[in-house]
């Protein structure tokens, strides 16, 4: 069992938490670069944004920022103001780490169809969370020719209470959408195509809240056991990175999901029947009748009817012979018989 506390280890451990941060900023720069497309759909306007994907895109880009300030600060080799720039990394950090659980949050209220009972107290909850988060931000930070940027004061109560009620707030959505899921699970097995809506929740969606909740559950117990000064917060960076990662799993595969499910046809076709009902309305297709009487054959010409005056419009009625018939007038003196022989219609001699 090695002495914590002593010298020699707290600066080996230094080396060890330097070279951690890096490979976690390599991890999470791969991650960010793969799903990159995802966000350039939006940005070219290709896919329709909501308000929820506020909180995707600050956690994203939230978290990534603060990776990069965590490497300048440890790669820092001239003097610089050290102070802002860790204030700067833990405003970052810890909004990210709030901004993981507001979008498991949205996820749950979507599941409880947005139910004011379970809506109201998240957003109570997410505010404590918020409070504790911003608290936090309470360290001093000084630069050393030697070490480079070194913090030489923080509050670490305030520190463990913030990782402790994350944790425990993402073990109260867990449970949440986990007990939404179960007590309708029957529902979903009775064939009517709830279930398939449902899936994404079921398989990925709640490993996603479980990694969250296990991530903060590291970071929690690393703080608790206090090691020395750095192995007790170790494990802060890679429950902000695993929380993060998972949380925007979550809203991609969610706005993915919806978008290529049946439901996605429902708007597409109700403007298309509108488009359909407004042409139906302008104008009407032409209507060919043609109709066999015993007076001869009479072809009734397209009947439209105006957009402006609604009135209708008949073409007139020709005989066999090219003339109008006169629909007030007798049918009987219509005989084709009796009729004159124009001379369009005569035949040349044999």
């Not at 700067?88 to 979507?110: D, H, K, P």
């Not at 706005?255 to 509108?274: G, I, K, V």
């Not at 043609?290 to 009479?298: C, D, F, I, Q």
Request: proline residues 5%.
């Amino acid at each position: 069992m090695p002495d914590w506390n002593s010298q020699t280890e707290i600066a080996k451990d230094g080396v060890v938490f330097s070279r951690f941060m890096h490979a976690l900023l390599g991890l999470y720069i791969w991650e960010w670069f793969t799903s990159l497309q995802f966000d350039w759909e939006y940005i070219r306007g290709k896919r329709q944004f909501r308000w929820p994907l506020i909180f995707y895109f600050l956690n994203r880009y939230c978290l990534l920022f603060a990776l990069m300030g965590i490497a300048i600060a440890l790669n820092v080799t001239t003097e610089i103001n050290c102070q802002a720039l860790y204030t700067f990394n833990q405003c970052v950090g810890n909004a990210a780490i709030g901004l993981a659980s507001i979008n498991f949050s949205l996820r749950t209220m979507a599941v409880w169809t947005q139910k004011w009972y379970i809506v109201v107290p998240l957003i109570l909850l997410i505010l404590g969370q918020w409070s504790l988060l911003l608290h936090g931000i309470l360290l001093k930070a000084t630069y050393d020719p030697v070490q480079g940027c070194v913090i030489v004061e923080t509050d670490s109560r305030l520190l463990l209470a913030g990782f402790t009620y994350t944790m425990c707030f993402d073990f109260v959505v867990l449970s949440l959408t986990a007990w939404k899921l179960v007590i309708n699970a029957p529902r979903y097995l009775e064939g009517d195509g709830s279930f398939q809506a449902r899936c994404p929740h079921f398989g990925d969606g709640l490993i996603y809240f479980i990694i969250a909740f296990l991530s903060n559950l590291l970071a929690t117990v690393f703080m608790l056991l206090d090691l020395n000064p750095v192995m007790s917060i170790i494990a802060n960076v890679p429950s902000a990175i695993g929380s993060t990662i998972v949380a925007c799993r979550a809203v991609r595969r969610l706005a993915l999901f919806t978008s290529s499910s049946p439901e996605m046809f429902a708007s597409t076709q109700a403007s298309t029947l509108a488009f359909r009902s407004n042409t139906k309305s302008t104008m009407r297709p032409p209507r060919l009748n043609t109709t066999m009487k015993s007076e001869g054959v009479h072809v009734q010409m397209e009947t439209f009817e105006s957009p402006s005056s609604g009135k209708t419009y008949t073409d007139p009625v020709y005989d066999a012979m090219g003339k109008i018939i006169d629909k007030s007038s007798p049918a009987e003196e219509y005989d084709l018989e009796a009729q004159d022989i124009h001379n369009e219609f005569k035949r040349p001699p044999y």
